[in-house]
């Protein structure tokens, strides 16, 4: 679930392994960059956490950013139901 705090979306996903949440962070960047938003993530192990705020409208969270956590919620569901 996406939380909207400090003007971001964060939201923190698990997967079985790292080999798992890089193919989710790869699906991602595609999906990123077809829509010209791109977020900031950390990744250690099998954790991925991302953080959506729209840099060019003051660093606030903007209609791109919930079309962002729309698409990367979609990846997820197809990593993480897939084990």
């Keep these: ?4 705090q400090e003007n971001a979306l964060t939201q923190s996903f698990i997967f079985k392994d790292f080999q798992q949440a890089f193919a989710f962070m790869t699906a991602v960047a595609a999906a990123a960059e077809e829509l010209n938003h791109h977020p900031w993530w950390s990744n250690v192990y099998n954790r991925v956490e991302i953080k959506l705020t729209t840099h060019d409208a003051g660093n606030v ?6 079309e962002l956590a729309k698409r990367i919620d979609e990846v997820a569901e197809k990593y993480i139901n897939n084990d």
């Design 61 to 66: 969270v903007t209609q791109k950013d919930w």
């Design 1 to 4: 679930m996406w939380i909207e």
